[in-house]
């Protein structure tokens, strides 16, 4: 499935809406790719909000991971190899139910996390002025 959106950052119901129909209470993994300041962690920011839970949403950028209410994962990968990321063991944590957003997670980290059988959401932001177009492929 793949659907695209032109939205404002104030408006990413429509697409949060969207997500939660896609990974329809499964675990996934949704890789979300764009530049600097593209909106990445607002959309994990507003998706953590919409489900009413009050956890602070950072980039984990020097981290790795933030964890929010046990079944809602955050990786930033920007400054890390796919070697180095497995080399910290955090492969292992895809094991674990919930839904895992991965920022700056290129094609080597989609296809191996698809080879091993994990349920892959790719999401790609582009700045398009005060709006962002959202490609989803699921």
């Not at 920011?45 to 933030?66: C, E, H, I, M, R």
């Not at 046990?70 to 674990?96: A, C």
């Not at 994990?118 to 398009?128: A, F, Q, W």
């Amino acid at each position: 499935m793949k659907k695209e959106f032109e939205l404002e950052l104030n408006n990413l119901t429509i697409l949060i809406d969207e997500l939660k129909k896609v990974i329809d209470n499964e675990n996934s993994v949704v890789i979300l790719r764009g530049d600097l300041a593209s909106g990445k962690t607002t959309l994990v920011k507003n998706y953590v909000k919409s489900l009413g839970l009050s956890d602070l949403v950072t980039s984990p950028t020097f981290s790795l991971q933030a964890i929010y209410s046990d079944t809602i994962f955050h990786y930033d990968v920007y400054n890390k190899t796919l070697n180095e990321f497995i080399s910290l063991g955090m492969l292992e944590e895809f094991e674990k139910d919930g839904l895992h957003f991965v920022e700056w997670g290129d094609e080597k980290l989609q296809m191996l996390l698809n080879d091993y059988g994990y349920r892959v959401i790719l999401i790609e932001i582009e700045k398009k002025d005060n709006k962002r177009l959202y490609k989803i492929d699921a």
